[in-house]
């Protein structure tokens, strides 16, 4: 079974400011790990994806993540945030033939000005 | 490239009436997904189709919720009869296979807002 667990259910912080938002995941197998962003009254969209390769992800809009194995966390970071960046944010883990997602419960981030 | 199409984005109706929710999936993609999204339960898996075949359909709450794929570029999701507690936003996903590994993501649509009065 698969879990994801997001450390933090909301984030606010200043325009201009770095911000990590947090992620821990358990698997009994190999993973995928990804990212969404969900806006207002809109679907989610990948802003980033772990598959293999590298540990460090680069996705749009600026955003990059770290996946550690070791510590089993995939936390995502940007160095400095813009208010268009308020949305929540899921982080969501999949692993070999198994097509289920399995979301955290999100994070809200509030970019302030 | 036309995204997930949903529809429709709003629908309000009383409680005990049949709710038909749809999906037009990216062309090409072989995997279908519906979820529900709450405040207290955040996003849930309700089903995914595989080729238009249901493949795990242990997310459906209850057996008035069912979902079909009569073809490749429509779905629908249907609750009879309805309760308030179905009230909810309801999304649909589409993914493409490789392989048969889930390293593909998944594009949503922009969901449907359902309120059951």
């Known amino acids: 079974a698969q879990s994801v667990t997001q450390l933090d259910s909301q984030v606010p912080v200043f325009e201009e400011a770095p911000v990590e938002l947090r992620c821990n995941y358990s698997?009994?197998?190999?993973?995928?790990l990804f990212w969404y962003v969900q806006y207002p009254n809109q679907g989610l969209q990948l802003l980033l994806k772990?598959?293999?390769?590298?540990?460090l992800v680069k996705g749009i809009n600026g955003f990059e993540a770290e996946f550690n194995k070791s510590q089993t966390s995939f936390h995502l970071r940007k160095p400095s945030v813009h208010i268009s960046d308020t949305a929540e944010y899921f982080c969501a883990v999949s692993g070999g033939s198994n097509y289920k997602l399995t979301f955290g419960k999100g994070t809200l981030l509030t970019v302030n000005p | 490239d036309a995204g997930v199409i949903q529809s429709p984005r709003h629908e309000v109706t009383e409680m005990g009436q049949e709710v038909t929710l749809r999906c037009k999936p990216i062309?090409?993609?072989?995997?279908l997904f519906w979820y529900r999204q709450t405040m207290m339960r955040g996003l849930e898996l309700l089903i995914y189709f595989n080729n238009n075949v249901p493949i795990d359909d242990s997310g459906m709450p209850e057996d008035r919720f069912s979902a079909k794929m009569p073809n490749a570029s429509f779905s629908t999701l249907k609750i009879q009869p309805s309760e308030p507690r179905d009230s909810a936003v309801y999304f649909c996903?589409?993914?493409?296979?490789?392989?048969?590994?889930?390293?593909?993501?998944?594009?949503f649509g922009d969901g449907t807002r359902l309120s059951i009065l």
């Open positions: 996903a589409s993914s493409p296979g490789q392989g048969g590994f889930s390293n593909q993501p998944q594009h």
């Open positions: 772990y598959l293999s390769g590298s540990t």
């Open positions: 698997s009994s197998v190999s993973v995928y």
């Open positions: 062309s090409g993609h072989d995997y």
